[in-house]
């Protein structure tokens, strides 16, 4: 079965750009949910899509926005680039994102680094 | 709010030794899960071990452990015969229940495995 995928993996933008990342979550995981990692301020929540819905939204600019369609692929969007959104960007897939138990598989990451 | 403190910025081990590694939360929620990730030098975060808040019992998986103790609100990771392989970082999350799929990590733990 294959894991999470993430596209880009490097990536490369300059200051005023914007930037598209893609998530495809294992097959049959219909939450997807984005994390931005830097070493300032570690391991942040962007947004969570379940069922093509914004489910949870994390405190972040409305610069960064994300969509899921209906095959449960998910792309997130960062317009207007600063140097301070150079990170590590991952995605996670879990089968229902909802109560109880469910286990978040992670993809390999993103890495932006803008100029 | 919720909050995940990881107190030990890095952490030396001896090969073939046990090693602890610090996780305290807070949340004044009922329902939630406990979780730790391993993240090596490559980015993604490989899911280690659970446990929930109604759980009675402390998780174990293979040579990895969980310490619970709800009272004091501590979820120590306990690593049993370290091997060299578990040179990474070590994030302790939490996920409360009514509020999806979003996790909350602490700023993470470096450990390295002396041979």
């Known amino acids: 079965k294959a894991g999470v995928t993430q596209t880009p993996r490097y990536l490369i933008k300059t200051r005023g750009q914007q930037v598209t990342l893609s998530c495809s979550p294992i097959?049959?995981?219909?939450?997807v949910s984005w994390y931005q990692q830097t070493p300032g301020q570690g391991l942040q929540f962007l947004f969570e899509?379940?069922?093509?819905?914004?489910?949870n939204k994390g405190n972040f600019p409305g610069r960064f926005s994300g969509r899921q369609f209906s095959n449960s692929r998910s792309e997130m969007n960062v317009s207007t680039l600063e140097l301070g959104d150079s990170a590590l960007y991952l995605c996670?897939?879990?089968?229902?994102?909802?109560?109880?138990?469910?286990?978040?598989?992670f993809g390999p990451g993103t890495r932006l680094t803008v100029l | 709010a919720q909050k995940i403190t990881q107190t030990q910025p890095g952490m030396f081990v001896q090969e073939k030794e046990a090693v602890t590694l610090d996780c305290t939360y807070d949340t004044s929620d009922q329902s939630y899960g406990l979780f730790w990730y391993k993240q090596p030098s490559s980015g993604e975060m490989i899911f280690l071990i659970y446990?929930?808040?109604?759980?009675?019992q402390n998780a174990t998986e293979g040579r990895y452990s969980l310490n619970f103790q709800k009272a004091r609100k501590s979820a120590n990771l306990v690593i049993s015969a370290s091997q060299l392989g578990d040179s990474a970082m070590y994030f302790c999350?939490?996920?409360?229940?009514?509020?999806?799929?979003?996790?909350?990590f602490g700023q993470g733990t470096e450990l390295s495995v002396k041979p």
């Open positions: 097959s049959g995981h219909r939450s």
């Open positions: 996670a897939s879990s089968l229902r994102g909802a109560v109880s138990y469910n286990e978040q598989f």
């Open positions: 899509y379940f069922s093509e819905t914004q489910r």
């Open positions: 446990q929930g808040s109604y759980d009675e």
């Open positions: 999350a939490m996920r409360v229940y009514n509020q999806g799929g979003k996790l909350i």
